[in-house]
Every structure is written in structure tokens, then in C-alpha cells.
């Protein structure tokens, strides 16, 4: 079915839930007033409903292949890539010295949801792109963003990150590759990653890949780690693509669904390559690239989750099944269905509400230099990661049950949602791991960001009580048990902290989207307060749950042991 952006979401949190015009009242946004982000909004609406969603079951049906070591890309994603780049789309946040639209993240974000929904196989590679040019605009020497920025800006070259190894996933600092120096100042790059997202591409003249390794003093482990800038083809003396680099695509994965996205297996044999920032520092020069692709994969998440919910809620309007309490009508009656749709929705507007949260953040961070909001950046990151692609990966499944045995049909097309968001809450740090840091690095503080946007949660439902007292009720007494949680928390050790992370999370995620709702509610009646009661009522009570689970700790995890659990 098409799809449909959700633009009257993004309006309505731009104006009552972020605030949005604060960030023009800063020069680095004052060209961007809301009339304008408006109608940014509206082009990259039209280019994912007309250009990119046509694409979507293409790039499931015909998947990238390797040919005689071309990665062969899925019908009409050339045209399409050429039509995201030309909009100025991959360089959207990017500074406008390199050739960038110099957009607020909140609008990036926005953006690239509509095209996650739209063609999740296709988004990914600007995706990546998009993280590279902050990690070398932050840490590259000026030689390189003078040669690469306004290329990877333009969409002209694309670019990766190559972090993983197959004994090194999570534990990066396991990683083989080498790099050894050469007298010209460049860097012989040796190793094997894996799961490198489109690391190569027939339609991109030039594939840039960002690669950890470790120099021949680099310590063992994180600390020792380095990170280069390895292109596909050398460039030469007009920075065009020259003499083609020692590495190739060895094989691509076959993988559960994102079939249009080519995942490659990645083999170095002495690649030329750049140092990226300071030696044995690459992981802090990576990270800056991991975090906004963190935030990316939680737009990615909710963007299926929205396609998904709409496919559903059409479905279900047409499909005649049963008497309903009215009488024969189609199953958007019957009450559990109702249910189901009602909880996509109050679902997708709380993730999206946090998501873009965290996006605000990042630019109030920008603008200000202000510690409170990098730390409330910092803190919201991991939970809009992980809630965001929770929310993908659960509303793929709605979608599934509310289509009933069509749903686990392939022709609907419902199945290749489940399929392609599956990967989101695994990659750029799996959901767990997003969990532990926030309970760990963003708890380092003593908890003061959490607080701080807690006592917001409660400032805000207190003002809500004139006007829906039994909601602001239970958003309150929810962000207080929240308060206590994190009190119990920041005194526990780091394995009863990490065993309770990923409920904790869930927790602070419910709350925070209730708080959204409410806000919602407070300002506009009807519709959005009738599901600020769904968020409130049917889906924030399970944080009692998550709460007394975070505050379980590891010792009755500990009590078994493996061979208990296969006894």
C-alpha cells in the first residue's frame, strides 16, 4: 500500500512538545525558521512517498549480489539514491563550508524516518554517509575534509564503518587489523571486517571506508585502537578517483530480511589509508560516528514501525470477518483489534516524541555549549535507540496479527517489515548494550541528567492536572517510582545494575512517552487526548513491572548456571 508521512506528528511536536523555535533564535538556525523546516518537511515527504516506497519490495524480491566483485545493486536504487542525493538529503546536517544544508539534527531525524519507511535497504547507505561526515568534521585533518567532505556532503562518494571482526563484535577491542606506517605518512591497513553496510556499490563512484585498527604500539585492547580513512580508489592529483586500493569485497551475507542493503564481508591487504584524529584514539573519533548513527537506527526503527501501523490500520478497515458488537463491519470493531491499533499508535508517537527529544537535545547542545544539554543528549540517546527499534520490531509483528494468516503471507508485504527491522536492535550497539550504558556511563553523574528530566516529567504533569487530573496522576506517581529506581540504582554494583538495565530502560522510555502524551493532551483535545489515555492507562502501567525487575539485581540470575539451564 503507499506510504504516507506522518507530517501533522512532526508539526505538532515541533510546535507543543520540543519548542522548536528556540533553536532559530540561535544564528546557527536563524535561517531555518518554522515555515521553513515546514516545508523541508513536506519535499522529503514527497520524495519518500513517490520516489523511494515504490522501491521497497524491489530491494526484498532482487537483492544486492556480488558479480565478479561489483556489488550489484536491487532495481531502481541508482535512480533513487541519485534523487535523495541531488535533494541535498545526505548532506542535510551537514556544515554549509562543506557544501551541506546545515539543518538541525530534529529535522535530519525527521527525515530520515520518512525514507526508513519508505526503503529501509536504501536509507541505511545515506545513513552511513551522514555519520562519517560528523566523525571527520570533528576529527580529520583539514587536508582530508577538504578533499572528502564535500564529496561525501554532496552523495557524490559514499562512506562505512568498519568496526567489526568475527572474533570482535561487541568486544571491539579483540579487533586483528593492522596498520602499519609508511614514510609518505599514509598507513598500510591490513585485516578482514565484517558486516560493512553497502561497503560497496555500483552506482557510487567512490566508497569511503572508515577502518579501526591498531598501530604496531597500540596497546591491547579499546585503548590501543586507531581509526583510518581507506578509499575504495585513491585519489589523485584533482581528487578524483585514481588507482583502485588493496581491498575487496569478499562475500556478501545472506541474511533474515534488509536484502536491498548489500552487507559485506571487507578484506584489506595493505590498503592505503589516512590516520583519522589522534593515534591509538580511534574509538573516541568512532564513537562520534556511532552516536549519530544511534540515533539514525532509532529512526529507522520507528520509521517501519509507522509504515507498518499504516498497512495494518488499512487492512484491518477493509477486512470483513465476524459480527462485531455493531453488527458485520470490518475488524477495526472488534474490540482487540482495536486494541492492537490503538497501542501502535500511542507507541509510535511516544518513540517518535523521544527520538526527536534527543535530536532537540543535540541541537540545544550545538547552539548552547550548555553541559545540561549534552548531558540530556547523552542520556536520551541509548533510550531512543533502544525503544525506538523495540517499537519497530513489535509493531512489525502487530502488523503481522492484525493481517491474520495473510500477514504470514509474503505478498502483503507485512512479513518484509518484521524481517528488515529485525537488524536494528542488533547493530550500532545492540539494545542490551544500550541499555548498561545508560545505566553505567550515563549514571556516572550520580543520576543528576536522569533527575533533572524527571523533576521536568513531574513539573509538567502537575501543570497538566487542571486539565486531565487522573492522567497527570499517573504520570507523576510513574515518574516518582521512576525517581526512586534510579536512587536504588546508582548505589547497586555494575552487574545488579546491568541485569536490571534493559527493563529499566523500558521503564524510563514508558515514562517519558506518557509525558509526551500528556503534554500532547494538555494543549489539543480529541484524538491526541483520547490516546494520551491508551499511552497513560494501557501502556505506562507495565513500568511496575519493569521497576521491581531493575530492582531484583543479579544474584538470582547468578543462581544458575549454565548446565542448570539445560538440566
Not at 52 to 65: I, Q, S, V, Y
Not at 161 to 176: F, I, K
Not at 472 to 477: E, G, L, R
Amino acid at each position: 500500500m503507499p506510504y504516507r508521512a506522518p507530517l501533522s506528528d512532526y508539526e505538532f511536536l515541533l510546535d507543543h512538545i520540543l519548542g522548536y523555535d528556540r533553536l532559530t533564535e540561535a544564528d546557527r538556525f536563524s535561517d531555518v525558521p518554522r515555515d521553513t523546516a515546514t516545508a523541508i518537511l513536506t519535499e522529503a515527504a514527497r520524495l519518500a512517498e513517490t520516489t523511494l516506497a515504490p522501491l521497497n519490495r524491489a530491494g526484498d524480491r532482487h537483492p544486492a549480489r556480488l558479480e565478479n566483485g561489483i556489488v550489484r545493486t536491487s532495481p531502481g536504487f541508482a535512480e533513487a539514491y541519485r534523487a535523495i542525493a541531488e535533494g541535498g538529503w545526505v548532506g542535510m546536517s551537514a556544515r554549509p563550508e562543506n557544501g551541506g544544508m546545515g539543518l538541525p539534527m530534529t529535522l535530519a531525524t525527521a527525515v530520515n524516518e520518512m525514507m526508513s519507511a519508505a526503503c529501509l535497504s536504501l536509507q541505511v547507505n545515506p545513513l552511513l554517509t551522514q555519520g562519517q561526515i560528523e566523525a571527520l568534521e570533528h576529527h580529520a585533518s583539514p587536508a582530508i575534509r577538504a578533499l572528502y567532505l564535500p564529496k561525501l556532503t554532496s552523495g557524490e562518494w559514499s562512506g562505512t564503518m568498519n568496526l567489526t571482526e568475527p572474533q570482535a563484535g561487541s568486544d571491539v577491542g579483540a579487533l586483528r587489523s593492522k596498520a602499519e606506517p609508511r614514510d609518505d605518512g599514509t598507513y598500510a591497513i591490513t585485516g578482514q571486517k565484517i558486516y560493512i553496510s553497502w561497503g560497496d556499490a555500483d552506482f557510487i563512484p567512490n566508497v569511503c571506508h572508515l577502518v579501526l585498527a591498531r598501530l604496531p604500539d597500540g596497546a591491547a585492547g579499546t585503548a590501543g585502537i586507531s581509526l583510518f580513512l581507506v578509499p575504495k580508489f585513491l585519489p589523485d592529483a584533482d581528487g578524483n578517483p585514481g588507482q583502485r586500493n588493496a581491498l575487496s569485497v569478499v562475500s556478501l551475507e545472506h541474511k533474515m530480511g534488509l536484502h536491498g542493503s548489500p552487507t559485506c564481508v571487507m578484506q584489506y591487504d595493505g590498503a592505503t589509508g589516512w590516520l583519522v584524529g589522534e593515534a591509538h584514539k580511534g574509538m573516541a573519533a568512532m564513537f562520534t560516528m556511532m552516536n549519530n548513527a544511534r540515533l539514525g537506527v532509532a529512526a529507522q526503527g520507528i520509521g517501519v514501525a509507522e509504515a507498518a501501523f499504516q498497512q495494518a490500520l488499512a487492512y484491518a478497515e477493509q477486512r470483513q470477518q465476524g459480527r462485531t458488537p455493531t453488527g458485520r463491519k470490518p475488524i477495526t470493531d472488534h474490540a482487540d483489534v482495536r486494541r492492537m491499533l490503538a497501542r501502535m499508535r500511542a507507541q509510535l508517537f511516544s518513540a517518535r516524541a523521544i527520538a526527536l527529544s534527543c535530536a532537540h537535545a543535540i541541537d540545544m547542545a550545538s547552539v548552547t555549549g550548555a553541559p545540561e544539554w549534552q548531558a540530556r543528549a547523552a542520556l536520551l540517546t541509548p533510550i531512543a535507540k533502544a525503544y525506538g527499534t523495540d517499537t519497530g520490531n513489535e509493531l512489525a509483528h502487530l502488523s503481522i496479527q492484525i493481517h491474520g494468516g495473510m500477514g504470514f503471507v509474503e505478498e502483503t508485504g507485512v512479513a518484509q517489515f518484521a524481517r528488515d527491522v529485525r537488524i536494528t536492535t542488533i547493530y550500532e550497539g545492540t539494545n542490551g548494550i544500550q541499555a548498561m550504558d545508560l545505566t553505567a556511563r550515563k549514571m556516572a553523574d550520580g543520576g543528576a541528567a536522569a533527575f533533572a528530566l524527571i523533576d521536568e516529567v513531574q513539573s509538567a504533569a502537575e501543570a497538566a492536572r487542571a486539565t486531565h487530573p487522573d492522567l497527570a496522576h499517573d504520570v507523576w506517581q510513574a515518574a516518582e517510582a521512576l525517581r526512586e529506581a534510579t536512587e536504588t540504582l546508582v548505589r547497586q554494583d555494575l552487574t545488579d545494575r546491568f541485569a536490571g538495565a534493559v527493563p529499566y530502560l523500558r521503564a524510563f522510555a514508558l515514562v517519558l512517552g506518557a509525558d509526551a502524551h500528556l503534554r500532547a493532551a494538555h494543549v489539543a483535545q480529541g484524538p491526541r487526548a483520547a490516546l494520551a489515555r491508551i499511552a497513560i492507562r494501557r501502556l505506562l502501567p507495565e513500568h511496575v513491572a519493569l521497576l521491581a525487575e531493575t530492582r531484583e539485581g543479579a544474584a538470582s540470575l547468578y543462581a544458575l548456571t549454565p548446565e542448570d539451564l539445560a538440566a
